[in-house]
């Protein structure tokens, strides 16, 4: 331990860093609490600064006021808590001199550590007879206190960089101390940010006399990395009351949102106890209720009224109708003089601040037109993502709950012998709910799938995704801290970070159009003509459809609850494309089957995808050739379609196009262990469509633009008032927004009749393999370059003799001798060497 005099010559060398700008004044007192304590701190720091008087008047008058007000809100804080122990030694000797006190002497019952002490009015206790008595407590208990410099010493002299004026308030520490505490991070992460001074947040336990307490409400923002809503329950120096209120009704909204399904359900109990057990960690614990049909600003009157909170702290939500809801709980609890505070960390730019102003809406609905709209109406800043509190000061009041069972988050089915169906046996198997898991998974995708990201995110086989959207959606990991860690990653994937733009346009669209997740944002595709066939809906729910990427895609859905981005653009495609099925319907089974149902997410997504949202995919994935991209060698199929694991790579996509003998040797029949397909002529019913979406394009001619071929949409009322320069909402039909359409629609409304084939604009995307320009020089170039060059200066002259033979009317030349073989070296096994041009490889 250093000496008084070591200390004081720490403190001198930490002034001279405040005098260059180096230390800020705020910084520099909380290392001279660290340093000399609170008992020095007070009886030497305005000797230590005084030289600063006539150097630098406002630094010392800067540095004089932090010391009063530190040391004066101090005072308060030791007096209030001698108080409550002067009034716990006055009940105490009352106890002694009236055993037996009469109802009418006892006030309320307060709780102190599971003793109930009867407390006296201030008039039942009187002047005279205990006025030396409490001249002796006081005394006595000053006496006997705990060093004050030890209670109010916040870290090692090497550790905090900042404190807040107030005891009871956070107190900040530096990433040295995180280190301690959390796994390691890369050291170009840790060193980005202790540059941006990343804090740590320690809550102080409050006084007896305290104010009464912050009820802080969970959401979707189940962790306690970065929580804004719990740093400002910490930073009102009150005990915190964590509650999670379940109400399914206001969750669901207006229409059909399906907006918590089956496995959300099943994520959501899991988080939540992963979250409560966290909390223990801290001394605190998490209060469940179960709102009723007055919803869940009744629940919070009631526990503000059980607990004598006064304020209510939460993170906010950006459903429109769960912002309604919020509005309207924020009015009752101020009717009962209780404030509701909602902070912003959800995502990454609060959706209802983005405007159009200086950009305008052309372009509208894609990801480039909302990150110029981001860029040119900048919001407040991002700021810097805080680690987990050391501590959370606890109530002794807690108000009663239910039991996490209680909310009937996971209930399993049962059969009619009272066996349990426990469906979601492989979902825990493929998880960890924790946010410990989050971060874990993060700095696993950070280390190595990040490498691969932009160029091989579509791979089904491989796991090069980072798979964070359900920590994201739940928030236990929140945006803010996933894209600081991206950019802090060695290699910084702009795709990647791209997709949390995604994330925040998809919010942006449910706000301009609230009825997103269940109708046609284009007016003349609500007309569209769908098949009703519900065999093939349920062949595509169960993966049973015959194409075997397809099944695989849907089976690693209800098995695991998720699947990645490219595979959701294959299997919406075969369902509306193909199947002629609503997106709705698709719509549905995503938010039931995935763990990171969002709504705004897959509404946005299935409107896209069903030729019906603000931006038309422009392609539509083919359920064999897409395979060439994600699933060359059917690692994937085997996983998933285990029946079809001895299938041929080159084959086992398209089982029908198997010999007999070839499926007999895998044990494959077909209609059978593994299904026949749904539908056969894909080219036919791909033409169907596009004349389908050609119809109602001619019948509702009105919002199509006559110039461009455009589709047209009614502008959305939150855009009209922002065009108009008014302040409030005004709705109107008589402005109409062209959107982004797709070019092979606007060639098809030329050619109604047209098939899908002769459209030159067909979007269907059949896969693709990365090859060269010339397979043979690719190859050549691995073993010599120089005979590359040779080889090229060969093919020069071939195609200059065969130029000449054609000019002379002669006869081309004969071809190379050979048959053609696989290349053994090259990625793609689809690539063919001519067999005349090179030697066997070795």
Partial sequence: MSSPGDSKAEVRKLLREVLVGREDPDG???MCVSLLGHQETRSHFLTLVQPLSSANRSLHASLASIYEEYFSQSDKALDEELDAELELALTLSLADVQPQPTPTQQSKPQHQKGLDHTWPTSSQRGPEPFQSLT??????????????????????????RSVSTSPDQQVLSSDKEELDHKPKRSKNRRQRRKAAAHQHVVGLLCSPSATPPVLLWFR??????DNPALIGSLQAGAPVIPVFIWSPEEEEGPGITVAVGGACKYWLHQALSCLCSSLERLGSRLVFSKADA???????????????????MANALYEPWLKDRDDLVASALQEDGVMLKMFHSYCLRDPYSVSTVGV???????????????RQNPGSPLGTPLDAPESVPTSKHWPQGVSLEQLKLARMPRRKD???????????????????????????????GVYKYDKESGRADAPNTSSLSPYLHFGQLSPRWLLWDAKGARCRPLKFQRKLAWRDLAYWQLILFPDLPWESLRPPYKSLRWSTERKHLKAWQRGRTGYPLVDAAMRQLWLSGWMNNYMRHVVASFLIAYLHLPWQEGYRWFQDTLVDADVAIDAMMWQNGGMCGLDHWNFVMHPVDAAMTCDPYGTFVRKWCP??????????????????????RAGVVLGQNYPERVVTDLEGRRT????DVALVRKRFSKYVDKRTGCDLVPLPPRLVSEALGLSRIVESDSFLLPLITRMEFKHQLDDPDGDAASNPYNAVLKGYVSRKRDETIAFMNERDFTASVMHEGAQRRERLEGDLRRLEGLPPPPAARGRARRTPTTKDRFSIVPGGAVSSHR
């Fill in 28 to 30: 520099f007192f909380a």
């Fill in 688 to 691: 169907q469509s596009l004349q």
């Fill in 360 to 374: 305008g809406l052309r372009g509208i609905g894609s990801v480039s037109h909302f990150m110029s709209c981001c």
């Fill in 643 to 664: 029946e079809l694991a001895d299938l041929p790579d080159e084959l086992i996509h398209q089982p029908w196009k198997c010999p007999a003998s070839m499926l007999r």
């Fill in 135 to 160: 001249q002796s407590c006081r005394s006595a208990l000053q006496k006997n206190r705990p060093c004050e410099a030890n209670r109010h010493q916040t870290a090692e002299p090497n550790r905090s």
């Fill in 418 to 448: 009272g066996t349990t169906i426990d469906w979601a046996a492989n979902i825990r198997k493929s998880w960890d709910f924790s946010e410990d898991g989050a971060h874990a998974r993060l700095e696993a995708f950070l280390h190595d």
């Fill in 294 to 312: 007055s919803g869940s600003g009744a629940s919070l009157k009631e526990l503000a009224k059980e607990t004598g909170a006064r304020t209510v």
């Fill in 220 to 225: 979707r923002d189940l962790r306690l990395c």
